[in-house]
Every structure is written in structure tokens, then in C-alpha cells.
């Protein structure tokens, strides 16, 4: 099973649920053989800490910014 197949099974158990996509292939060879859809959120490996967090924060949205007034860390 790939991340598209384990993502679509996710999704059926719990609609809305957001994703974080990675791989060491770049974007472009990913969404040429339809692995993502457009508007996934992607990362490629290998890839610096904060830009991940960057990612997670992204997929987060919202959630994150209501969490941050709690705890800023």
C-alpha cells in the first residue's frame, strides 16, 4: 500500500482529515504518475526541520493558530 492508498482509506473512516505528503521524488515526478492530487500538501526528503514544521503548520491551519495562543511552542 502507498501513501495515496493509505490517505483514501484515512479519508473513508474520517472525512476531512488533512495529509502531508513526502517522498524523495521530486513534485514534478509524483504528480506525473497521479500520485497526488492538485492541492496536496507535499514535502521532499530529505528537507530541513523547519520547513517540515512549515508543512505541518500548513496541513494544520486554523487548529495551529488557536494552539499557539495556548502554547507558542
Excluded: C, W
Excluded at 4 to 14: A, P, S, T
Excluded at 29 to 45: C, M, Y
Aim: charged share 35%.
Amino acid at each position: 500500500m502507498n501513501g495515496k492508498e493509505l490517505e483514501e482509506r484515512i479519508e473513508k473512516l474520517k472525512p476531512g482529515i488533512e495529509a502531508l505528503f513526502m517522498s524523495g521524488y521530486t513534485v514534478d515526478i509524483i504528480a506525473r504518475h497521479g500520485v497526488l492530487a492538485e492541492g496536496v500538501t507535499f514535502i521532499q526528503k530529505p528537507f530541513m526541520m523547519d520547513d517540515f514544521l512549515r508543512k505541518v503548520r500548513k496541513v494544520l491551519g486554523h487548529k495551529h493558530n488557536i494552539d499557539k495562543k495556548r502554547n507558542p511552542y
